[in-house]
């Protein structure tokens, strides 16, 4: 069982159009992440959700919105997508916040924004 | 804020040679420090860590060492291997930043030749 898992793995699109991945954990954790990898490998905290609520929420554009049903599922939902939103998008998991300890990444979603 | 910075890649080495990645931070409390490694095509893995000054972090041949006086926490490996051809990326955890999530630097490509 993969314990975190993201969907879709590819994700190509028009400017304009609204997307969204999905993602998943099944190791217990409390709190979930999104991160954005841009085409030069650098990761950039986007949100953080602990136990539904939002802890982090960095410069965003407010296009971006995730959405946290319950404490295993952190989705991120983009509207009106631009070239810039191209990158790979990374979900993660840890337990507690504060993140003394190990995060747990998903396998990313490559966006392809045309 | 707290920061992280690393060696520019890529590093090109043939196998069997002798690894060295730096990495110095800023951080305004007591950091936890990590090396995470990305491997193609997949997300970031845990490769070792270190929560306090002088501990040394070890994992897979990789080692870390804390050192407080210098801020710095560099990889070494004695021998690479064409596996190891990754990007790596060193983070820290700032305990006295509340819900601060880890903080990455810019990682570090390695290419492993036979």
């Known amino acids: 069982d993969t314990a975190v898992s993201q969907t879709p793995k590819y994700l190509v699109t028009q400017m304009g159009n609204d997307k969204s991945i999905k993602c998943e954990q099944n190791l217990g954790h409390d709190t979930m992440y999104w991160y954005k990898q841009d085409s030069k490998k650098f990761l950039k905290i986007m949100f953080s959700?602990?136990?539904?609520?939002?802890?982090i929420n960095e410069t965003v554009p407010n296009r971006f919105s995730p959405k946290s049903p319950d404490k295993a599922h952190l989705n991120l939902h983009i509207n009106s997508l631009e070239l810039g939103d191209s990158a790979v998008y990374f979900c993660?998991?840890?337990?507690?916040?504060?993140?003394?300890?190990?995060?747990?990444f998903g396998e990313g979603s490559r966006l392809t924004v045309l | 804020g707290d920061s992280v910075t690393q060696m520019e890649g890529p590093v090109t080495l043939s196998e069997e040679a002798f690894l060295t990645i730096n990495c110095t931070y800023t951080a305004t409390g007591y950091p936890s420090l990590f090396w995470y490694v990305q491997y193609p095509g997949e997300g970031l893995q845990l490769l070792l860590k270190?929560?306090?000054?002088?501990d040394k972090g070890s994992n897979k041949g990789f080692e870390a060492t804390y050192r407080k006086e210098t801020t710095s926490f560099h990889l070494e490996k004695g021998s690479v291997q064409v596996s190891d051809s990754a990007v790596y990326f060193c983070a820290l955890s700032d305990r006295n930043s509340g819900n601060t999530p880890l903080v990455f630097g810019k990682g570090t490509r390695l290419s492993v030749i036979a």
């Open positions: 993660a998991s840890s337990s507690g916040t504060g993140v003394t300890g190990e995060l747990f």
């Open positions: 270190a929560t306090k000054a002088d």
């Open positions: 959700y602990n136990n539904k609520e939002l802890i």
